[in-house]
Each structure stands twice: as C-alpha cells, then as structure tokens.
C-alpha cells in the first residue's frame, strides 16, 4: 500500500511477530545444531574406521563432512527467516485486506486517490485509463472525476477488472507504459527493500 500506511502496519507486526519468530529460529537453530552434531559424530567414526589409512586422508573426509553440515545448517537458518517474513507478509495482507473494505485504520479511498496521482505522474499522459477492482469502480469513478476536473487529465474508467487485495493498475493510452499501484505490489517492494531491517528488528540483529 502507500508506503507510510505500510510502515506503519508493518512496524505494528513486527512487534507481535517477534515472539513468533524467536520460536521459528529457536527451532531451526535446534536442527542447525542436531545436524552438526550428527556430522561430528560421523567423523569420529571415520576416524576409527581410517586408522589404517593416513591420518591426512582421514582429516580431508571429515572437514568435507563438517563443511557439507555447516552448509546444511546455515540452509535451515535461512529457510526459518523466510518463513518468518512469509507470515508477516501473510498478516500484513489481512490487514490491507481490512482496510480495502473500509474496517481498517486507514481512510481507502484517501489511499485509492493518492495512488492515482502517483500514476498520473508516472504516465505524464493526457489520457490515462485506469483498472480497479469491480467493487471499486464507483469510488474509483468518483475520484477519477474529481482529479480530472483538477488536473485536466482525461482519466478513464478501463473496462477490464483487476483481481487484488486493493488499488489500482493504470496505463497511458498506447498502454506502452504502465503503473501498478496495487496492495500487492506495494507489500513486495516494501518488504523486498526492508527484509534486513525486518529481520534485524524482529531477531535482534541475529
């Protein structure tokens, strides 16, 4: 969504999501660790199982197989911070969700006409047309009225629905340029160009 609104929302879910993703790291470090250990393991074995043979054959075989592990691990880190910026990825749709239908803290419509100048900047055409959600092509009507009236921009209503949580996609007349001014796109960018701080806020750096 627009950006302040997203930090916003998403400021506010990082602070419940916290708890939550201390228990997903706490687990993947468990497994990082079982893995490990299960590699040192291994290569004890080697060891008894190699006295015959060079000592230096042996250690070769067992970094490769602490290294292989450590790989492994670091995987399991990972994959478990994903999984932590999926699900509040997932929480903060539900809430743009709630403010597309007017329960949100957010005023939707102020949303829906702020993307629509963007777009109107954007494109620099005379005419644009523009493509919402069937549900919100009165209010989309509406304020494309309005803003046309201000800027002398001929806005028009594009025959073609878009399936989102919210906004709006627009389009120059050519339709050579696009904007996309969707919830979705916005969540992607927003979380695309902030996930270190994302996860640095919500594990501690870690």
């Known amino acids: 969504m627009v950006s302040e609104g997203a930090e916003v ?66 995987k399991i880190l990972m994959g478990a911070k994903k999984d932590i910026i999926r699900e509040i990825e997932a929480k903060v749709e539900e809430e743009l969700a709630k403010i597309s239908e007017g329960v949100g803290g957010i005023n939707y419509e102020e949303v829906l006409e702020r993307y629509i100048r963007e777009g109107i900047n954007v494109l620099g055409s005379r005419i ?20 046309s009236r201000e800027t002398g921009v001929d806005i028009r209503l594009d025959d073609k629905n878009i399936q989102s949580l919210g906004g709006v996609i627009m389009r120059n007349e050519d339709d050579s340029i696009r904007f996309y001014g969707t919830f979705e796109g916005r969540i992607r960018d927003y979380f695309d160009r902030n996930q270190r701080r994302i996860l640095d806020m919500i594990l501690g750096g870690g």
């Open 9 to 74: 929302i998403v400021d506010a879910i990082l602070s419940m999501a916290k708890k939550r993703a201390e228990e997903i790291i706490e687990e993947a470090k468990k497994e990082a660790e079982r893995i490990i250990e299960e590699a040192k393991k291994e290569a004890e074995r080697i060891m008894m199982a190699k006295r015959e043979k060079a000592e230096r054959e042996a250690m070769e075989e067992v970094m490769r197989r602490k290294s292989v592990a450590e790989i492994e691990a670091k």
């Open 128 to 147: 644009v047309y523009v493509a919402c959600r069937d549900k919100d092509r009165e209010i989309v009507r509406k304020i494309s009225e309005r803003i």
